[in-house]
């Protein structure tokens, strides 16, 4: 479990990097990069701090890794639906499973994601997995044109419109949870499931393709002025 400490075998240097990763991901989604002692890390982890430096260089360099792993692994999950999906509708069923997945496997990662873009921007060396992220919902949107199953939209604000929702939804739920518990909310929390579905119809009910527009110009009304 993420919020167990546990103490990798000494001889076993990628057992320690996991622990690292595992623990350092929780603590920073919850305090952000300030707000995380580097003893704390390895605290949780069950190391000796200097390990930090010997394996990622610093504090910095552990909390890049993160970013750099989280987003690679969240392009490997993304760009594996395409091939197997049937068509259009199935390849967008996939793709927000595949992030439901993501964010259930990794909790703190959406939180951290958007911490980081907030506080910094994006990290150089997570852009070349963030274009690969972009790639699919390009190939995604131009797919569902060419199968008469989307109108014609932007690409890029399709990703916005998927992942910028998503990322807001997981990254929140925490604090979700926590105002429910103390009963501060006065309605019943969606879960992940739903909601994913939820964003599954609205997208393929906004992108349904409409009647051909006959002429590219409203024609003038009789009498109106130019």
Known sequence: M?????????????????????????????SGFDGVPIGAVAARA?????????????????????????????AERLQAVGPEARDARDELHGLLEAFRRMAHDHPGFPT??????????????????VARIVAVTR????????????????????????????????????????????GRLPFAQPDAKAFVRFVEELTLRGLRPGPPDPSPTRPRRKGARA
């Open 2 to 30: 993420l919020g167990t400490r546990r103490k990798p075998e000494r001889r076993d240097p990628q057992a320690t990097r996991r622990a690292l990763l595992e623990a350092a991901t929780r603590l920073f989604a919850q």
């Open 46 to 74: 069950g190391v000796n701090k200097a390990l930090i430096s010997y394996h990622f260089g610093g504090k910095r360099g552990l909390y890049v890794a993160i970013l750099e792993s989280g987003f690679a692994a969240m």
């Open 112 to 129: 951290l994601f958007l911490r980081e873009v907030l506080a910094s921007g994006i990290e150089p060396r997570v852009v070349p997995h």
């Open 139 to 182: 190939r995604l949107a131009e797919r569902g044109v060419r199968e008469r199953r989307f109108r014609r939209v932007d690409p890029l604000l399709l990703h916005f419109g998927l992942v910028g929702g998503l990322a807001f939804f997981f990254a929140t739920e925490p604090a979700r949870r926590r105002a429910a518990s103390q």
